[in-house]
């Protein structure tokens, strides 16, 4: 009877004592109450109780959690009814304050968020709530950070996950998105006809400037030319004459030269003057204005007489050569019209 005893006596030893150990996983922590009130905290690694006075009531992770909060219905300050949820990042910093300080830690958390998200879109319009997601962000970090501070827990991050608007404000949206499109369309649109229209008079007035100078380069190109024409139209003058000049005092040196050696060589004189006289003649018919001309022929035997006097007195004509046409006045009558 002893010996059974003592069996019952190891048998429930040996369970307190190993009841007793208990291990704490890295990254969690463990609270004890100890006779119904709170005892010690329990560290990572391996601690012992104390039977039947000592019980693990709490045991949780220390490590960030991700808290995903449910869509919720959200009133913009300019009553638009839009649907919004978001995804919060905390951890416990304090096992002991999350444990007594609230009852069901999370679910209170969740009820807090969605309250804070409440209030931070009924301070906002709607058109802010799409680009100031950012500012809304660090709003609901610092009033929930605040909020949750006495019950021992860090928010290190939250953030808008979607916000969508009603269907009714959605189509409103669209049709609006599409009139500033048309806006912008027009806008460029007429942007680019006037920067085409300024290019094309810019073109044109260049254009102009352009051809202008060029009719001036070729009026003064051809005034140049026509004046280096007439230069040397007056130069090949000049030489003619010049040649002429010399050609007529040569031919009449050798005329007096043979009139001087041969006294008959008049007679072939007066043939050449009758020719040149009849040379004349075609060349004023040739002319458009009609005219009448008379001629003496006596004049030209006249004419081959002084010829004949001044080569008789041994006059030379190397250089001037006397007038051999001279004709007189009442003897040669000539009108033009």
Not at 68 to 84: E, G, H, M, Y
Not at 96 to 121: G, S
Not at 186 to 213: C, H, P, W, Y
Not at 306 to 313: A, E, K, L, P, Y
């Amino acid at each position: 009877m002893e010996q059974f005893f003592l069996l019952v006596f190891l048998a429930f030893g040996g369970s307190a004592i190993a009841g007793s150990a208990k291990v704490v996983n890295q990254g969690n922590e463990a609270l004890v109450e100890r006779l119904g009130s709170y005892n010690k905290k329990l560290e990572p690694g391996l601690s012992f109780l104390v039977p039947f006075f000592d019980r693990v009531v709490f045991r949780e992770t220390i490590r960030e959690k991700v808290l995903d909060i449910p869509p919720q219905q959200c009133i913009t300050r300019d009553n638009v009814s839009i649907t919004a949820d978001a995804v919060v990042y905390w951890r416990i910093m304090d096992m002991e304050k999350a444990y007594y300080k609230v009852e069901n830690l999370q679910a209170a958390m969740v009820n807090l968020v969605l309250t804070q998200i409440r209030a931070e879109m009924g301070k906002l319009e709607l058109d802010e709530t799409f680009t100031a997601r950012s500012q809304i962000n660090e709003m609901l970090l610092h009033d929930l950070d605040i909020a949750t501070d006495p019950w021992g827990v860090k928010v290190t991050r939250v953030e808008l996950r979607d916000i969508i608007p009603s269907q009714a404000v959605t189509e409103s949206m669209e049709l609006q998105m599409s009139a500033e499109r048309r806006k912008r369309a027009a806008i460029l649109t007429s942007e680019g006809d006037r920067e085409s229209a300024v290019n094309s008079a810019r073109g044109k007035a260049d254009a102009q400037v352009l051809d202008a100078e060029a009719r001036q380069k070729a009026v003064i190109l051809q005034a140049e030319a026509e004046q280096k024409a007439i230069v040397l139209k007056a130069q090949a003058e000049r030489q003619q004459q010049v040649l002429k000049a010399h050609a007529i005092a040569e031919s009449a040196d050798i005329i007096a030269q043979k009139m001087k050696n041969d006294p008959v060589a008049y007679q072939a004189l007066e043939v050449l003057l009758a020719l040149g006289y009849m040379d004349m003649g075609a060349t004023i018919g040739k002319s458009d204005s009609s005219k009448v001309m008379f001629m003496d022929p006596r004049t030209i035997p006249a004419t081959l007489e002084g010829i004949r006097s001044i080569v008789s007195d041994g006059q030379t004509t190397d250089s001037n050569l006397p007038y051999t046409g001279e004709v007189s006045p009442g003897n040669n009558h000539h009108r033009s019209s």
